[in-house]
């Protein structure tokens, strides 16, 4: 069921975003006014996108759903064809990068279709660190955290709870945590590997976990993934393809979830959560345009941008409300910067953006 859900979440979304492309003017107000997204779309591909990490304004890697990776330095001027030549049919939902010459790459897919590759010299070589062996594991996300040390990578459940595997020496070994410390999951309830972030980091040692189908649950741990608590969202579930997709934390805190229903694209109505302890409690978000599958905070702000494939919408509240930025369809989005902040996005047939019209500091 996993496997399908998987399968025509792709489908669907990249069928429903081909014809919404560069259209990007909206009726903006108040800090959103003037903000736009720039296209620096990948050469001669038309690969879904779901994999985007940015290190900063001119850094950023991206990754495809048949076995595609690149990376650029110059602010998505050019891009450089780097994936592991060996694996072109596997799935990169996911990428964490270091730097230019950094960076890991999760593949979905179950039994081992599900692994990690690691380059330390800006993919011209590349590791496999980890390979599932597990019969009934489908790996959809993995993050860092902030000392470059300790990482985590989660799976949909096995023997009935969330599988999560960690690293503490860069992602060079992974180790299966003790699934005694995490909470049952419900039958039907599993993860949603749509932008990379339904499993994020923040603080030192915090991390979440998003959930969707039969429940739309956010998953919490203080100590590196080794023990988690769990906490109902105002997002609603449903077992075809609904929940919470992607979360984002500003602090260990403040943190924002989105979702909704990739089947229902256009619906967008309680569809964001917020939470300002740490995702103990959650309360309704604004509403937004449609079913959002990645959501990022603007660097030391209370604006945050989240995209899906019928646009984008930007809060400048925390979440509270939303305004409609565009309808330029994207499956990611990540911010970055402290002086100045760039966001990127990344979306269907090679499309990858940034948003124009930022504060500069």
């Not at 964490?96 to 999760?106: G, I």
């Not at 077992?239 to 256009?266: M, P, Q, R």
């Not at 941008?305 to 930007?314: I, K, L, Y």
């Amino acid at each position: 069921m996993r496997t399908f859900l998987g399968a025509a979440a792709a489908a669907v979304l990249t069928l429903s975003t081909a014809a919404t492309m560069p259209a990007d003017a909206g009726t903006l107000s108040g800090h959103a006014a003037g903000l736009s997204w720039k296209r620096v779309d990948l050469p001669h591909s038309h690969q879904s996108l779901r994999g985007l990490d940015a290190v900063d304004a001119k850094v950023a890697w991206v990754s495809g759903d048949d076995g595609g990776v690149w990376r650029t330095v110059d602010g998505g001027a050019t891009w450089k064809d780097v994936r592991p030549d060996a694996e072109k049919a596997l799935a990169f939902r996911d990428v964490e990068a270091d730097s230019a010459l950094d960076a890991q790459v999760l593949a979905i897919g179950p039994r081992g279709q599900s692994r990690i590759y690691q380059t330390d010299d800006g993919g011209r070589t590349w590791a496999l660190r980890f390979k599932n062996t597990e019969a009934t594991a489908f790996y959809d996300c993995l993050a860092m955290f902030p000392d470059g040390l300790h990482g985590l990578a989660m799976s949909d459940p096995v023997d009935g709870k969330f599988r999560v595997i960690a690293t503490q020496d860069g992602g060079h070994t992974w180790k299966k945590v003790d699934p005694s410390g995490m909470p049952k999951a419900k039958d039907g309830e599993f993860g949603f590997a749509a932008s990379g972030t339904c499993l994020v980091t923040a603080g030192v040692k915090d991390a979440w976990i998003a959930s969707g189908g039969t429940a739309a649950r956010v998953f919490h741990s203080t100590d590196y993934g080794q023990t988690w608590s769990v906490a109902k969202t105002s997002i609603p579930p449903n077992a075809d393809g609904g929940g919470v997709f992607s979360l984002a934390f500003t602090t260990s805190k403040v943190g924002i979830a989105v979702g909704g229903n990739f089947l229902e694209e256009d619906n967008g109505r309680k569809m964001t959560a917020r939470t300002g302890d740490g995702g103990a409690t959650w309360v309704r978000g604004g509403n937004v345009g449609g079913y959002r599958s990645g959501v990022d905070w603007v660097p030391f702000s209370s604006t945050a941008v989240a995209v899906g494939p019928n646009g984008t919408d930007v809060t400048t509240d925390g979440g509270k409300t939303w305004t409609a930025i565009g309808k330029t369809g994207f499956h990611s989005v990540q911010c970055v910067g402290t002086i100045s902040t760039t966001c990127w996005a990344s979306g269907p047939d090679g499309m990858v953006g940034r948003l124009r019209g930022l504060p500069k500091g």
